[in-house]
């Protein structure tokens, strides 16, 4: 077999995001788009000779070209061995849980998570360490600067890897293992979480719907969900994974999850349901009648986290990402226990919990994980509140009821004003840099601005600073407001403006978030005159 060196040409716009590199599928299938960045990643984490490389993908559209053309080019790099989930499927998670457990050096994740996939839809790459995590700022940073040197790469020219077969092959000297993707999860959760437990949930007639919006976690819910813990059949719903994702947009929230929504909220619904997105990591939790949002879950993971076998002795710590509610806060103050604050971006919870200090992590964006990874696991989440329900034999409502009155309850909602144009938004978040210094001790819409400032982080492990990560304010009355752009989106800009305000009041628990949120609403479109800005009357979505 030939390894032929391709002359090629820097290509603008390969600057990894919040998650790697996720643009337009047709900007991806353009010649050469795909081959630079991947030896981009090759550069940037200094080769791939001798090494050993997970990769999968979601499954969506151009993941398949996409896995062989990452192997045909770690190949002609000299790489040792590549383990290839059959069918190039892998969820996040999964992969990460490989690259942790085979100890490879790395792994390459071919998704654009809950962006909408197929030939009009987005498709994405990004690089994992050895430790199973995002690759960290310096090594994003390095890859892009090598997306701006390139001059050529290297590829094998070979036939298609068959990558539908379990087993070993070989592409020129490299090793192809192909393995199957559910196995080493499954396993991995049987060790978590108490699975007898757990059977004997569904045994006494609990019902359950996993929507897995046809995306990459239908085959793992159906394995561990019905095969292994005997949930009734069916209970996994939209369980096949698609390319297009049957033409939807799988991101699990009341929106785009509308149908589970509709199902929990009516008349015959089932105890619990759930949902995750294109690549397995996020997850939706909602009860009979009852929707948890992502910053509640991960307190109410916190608070119950001993009633799960893998955490019975208790968190070392916690830490949930800058804009996600203050709710966990409340947990580890009674707890006793470190609660960190990050920046967006799950790559920034791989120091802590690669150093020992948290042991559960979270996120607004749907996402919650723990040391088990260094992703964000969606059925990992599910089964831990499977867990807890099991043990405490209790409904999602009662559980929330009791959390709310043990802890306060932090009113909680996100605005999106997607795909704003990108230099209206720029200057929107200029103009609020610009109060910062003067907005502390006005009074907007009743509510008395405390604090001002922008998000930087100061990593406590080792020694990076991140600065730039969001704008927020906070209010006397315990409201707080968070302003940023997304790093995800491929469209324009987005703005996200995250809401919070925490009430104590025991006769106040039960209120509609978007009233309970509304001064605080009024002072964020105030100070950042949004409407004016965006030209839009009101948010795109609401979670
Ligand atoms: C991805 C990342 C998350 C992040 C989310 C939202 O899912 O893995 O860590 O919270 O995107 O990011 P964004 O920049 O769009 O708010
Ligand atoms: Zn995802």
């Known amino acids: 077999m030939t390894i032929t060196r391709i002359q090629t040409q820097p290509i603008d716009g390969q600057k990894p995001g919040t998650s790697g590199l996720r643009k337009k599928t047709t900007v991806f299938m353009q010649p050469h788009y795909l081959e630079n960045f991947v030896q981009a990643i090759w550069t ?35 790489a040792t061995k590549v383990i290839v989930g059959q069918n190039a499927l892998l969820s996040t998670p999964a992969a990460s849980n490989l690259i942790r457990k085979r100890k ?66 070989k592409l020129a000297d490299m090793e192809i293992e192909v393995v199957d993707p559910v196995a080493d999860y499954a396993e991995m959760m049987e060790d978590i979480f108490n699975f007898d437990a757990l059977s004997a949930l569904f045994k006494s007639g609990f019902r359950m719907r996993f929507d897995a919006m046809h995306a990459v976690t239908g085959p793992y819910a159906k394995a561990i969900l019905e095969d292994r813990l005997g949930a009734a059949e069916g209970t996994v719903v939209n369980g096949t994974p698609s390319p297009d994702f ?35 990591d996020r997850n939706m939790i909602v009860g009979r009648h009852c929707y948890v949002t992502p910053s509640d879950s991960l307190a109410v993971l916190a608070a119950n986290a001993t009633w799960v076998p893998a955490y019975a002795d208790g968190l070392a710590g916690v830490a949930r990402s800058m804009p996600t509610s203050r709710a966990v806060d409340r947990v580890a103050e009674a707890l006793n226990i470190r609660c960190h604050e990050t920046p967006t971006g799950w790559k920034f ?121 969001g704008l927020r304010l906070t209010t006397a009355s315990g409201g707080r407001i968070v302003m940023r752009l997304s790093g995800t989106g491929t469209e324009g800009a987005t703005l996200r403006v995250y809401l919070e305000q925490v009430e104590t009041d025991p006769a106040k628990m039960g209120q ?18 949004i409407a004016k800005r965006t030209g839009r009357e009101k948010p795109d979505v609401i979670t």
């Open 44 to 78: 940037g984490i200094g080769g791939v000779k001798g090494k050993t490389l997970v990769l999968g993908g979601d499954g969506r559209y151009f993941n398949d070209r996409a896995a062989q053309v990452v192997l045909r080019m770690a190949a002609a790099s000299g």
């Open 349 to 469: 919870f791989g120091n802590l919990l690669d150093d020992g200090r948290v042991t559960l992590c979270g996120e607004e964006s749907a996402g919650t994980g723990s040391d088990h990874v260094r992703e964000k696991d969606g059925l990992w989440a599910v089964l831990f509140w499977l867990n807890i329900l099991a043990k405490r034999e209790t409904s999602v409502a009662d559980l929330m009821k009791d959390h709310w009155a043990t802890y306060g309850r932090n009113y909680y909602s996100r605005h999106d004003y997607e795909a704003v144009d990108s230099s209206a938004a720029n200057d929107l978040v200029a103009s609020i840099r610009e109060q910062l210094e003067t907005l502390p001790g006005t009074t907007i819409a009743g509510e008395t601005i405390e604090t001002a400032d922008e998000f930087a982080y100061d990593d406590p492990v080792d020694g990076s600073r991140s600065e730039g990560q």
């Open 512 to 529: 509609d978030p978007q009233k309970a949120l509304a001064s605080i609403i009024d002072v964020a479109q105030s100070v950042g005159e």
């Open 246 to 280: 049957g033409n939807g947009h799988p991101d699990p929230n009341p929106i785009w999850a509308k149908t589970l929504m509709d199902e929990m909220m009516g008349p015959d619904a089932p105890d619990f349901g759930a949902a995750s997105d294109g690549d397995g």
């Open 104 to 169: 490879a050096d790395g792994g390459i994740i071919l998704s654009a998570s809950h962006n909408p996939g197929g030939p009009n839809g987005d498709f994405g790459i990004k690089y994992n360490a050895a430790n199973g995590g995002p690759a960290n700022e310096q090594t994003t940073d390095r890859i892009f600067a090598a997306t701006k040197e390139i001059t050529g790469y290297d590829i094998v020219e070979a036939q298609d890897v068959d990558l539908s077969q379990i087993g070993t092959t």
